[in-house]
């Protein structure tokens, strides 16, 4: 079973508002990621985690947090966005950390009014 | 730095038609590769990698994909195409900077007609 889960599938929010995106795997994967994608353009990395530790940060603002309260849960929080941070969030795992096969999950798409 | 490109923004096949989505990489040893479909509004689903080993990688939903170092390529191929098939296709690869980050190319969009 190769399933990467996220939910919500479909986010409304206002610029003040607080929110969370959430993504579950069960495949022992140590490895969890966030991507934003926007239209019509790749996937671009965000944040690793790697053992529940958070190990890279691709230079991403402050109103993103991100979260990983154990192994198989990985947590996106969303505070103050803005507009243009409309996107499709796409979750990913991996075995571990480095050159092991991302699996991704089907995204949230995120619509900041 | 390792790359991918993908030279067809989009392309359009017949249903049953054959199908050959075009992948060239830059890197000096042997990559990590693969293709990863995404349908409109979706996740992105890996079809086929290629790590090392047998150059013709066989994936799923009738996809395969050969690894051709003499011309950095890494194509995708279907011989037969179903109109389910209609999708944005990536090509990736890792790149070495500090960690090991998976890069795409552009993506090619499939258009099937019936």
């Known amino acids: 079973d190769t399933e990467v889960t996220q939910t919500p599938k479909h986010l409304v929010m206002g610029m003040t508002n607080k929110k969370s995106l959430k993504c579950e795997q069960h495949m022992g994967h140590r490895a969890m990621y966030w991507y934003k994608q926007k239209a019509k353009k790749p996937p671009e990395l965000m944040f690793v985690y790697s053992y529940e530790k958070l190990s890279i940060n691709e230079s991403v603002p402050s109103r993103f947090s991100p979260e990983c309260p154990n192994s198989s849960l990985l947590n996106l929080h969303l505070h103050a966005l803005q507009p243009e941070d409309s996107a499709l969030y796409l979750c990913?795992?991996?075995?571990?950390?480095?050159?092991?096969?991302?699996?991704f999950g089907p995204g949230t798409r995120l619509t900041v009014l | 730095a390792q790359s991918v490109t993908q030279p067809d923004i989009h392309i359009t096949v017949s249903e049953g038609a054959s199908l050959e989505l075009r992948c060239n990489y830059s890197?000096?040893?042997?990559?990590?590769l693969f293709w990863y479909v995404q349908s409109p509004g979706q996740g992105l689903q890996l079809l086929l990698k290629y790590f090392s080993g047998d150059t013709l990688v066989q994936g799923i939903k009738g996809f395969e994909a050969e690894f051709k170092r003499s011309q950095s390529s890494f194509n995708l191929r279907k011989p037969s195409v179903h109109w389910s098939d209609a999708a944005e296709y990536f090509c990736a690869t890792f790149m070495k900077t500090s960690y090991d980050k998976v890069i795409f190319g552009p993506g090619t969009s499939l258009s099937v007609i019936p």
């Open positions: 990913a795992s991996s075995l571990m950390q480095g050159t092991d096969t991302q699996y």
């Open positions: 890197y000096g040893a042997t990559p990590y």
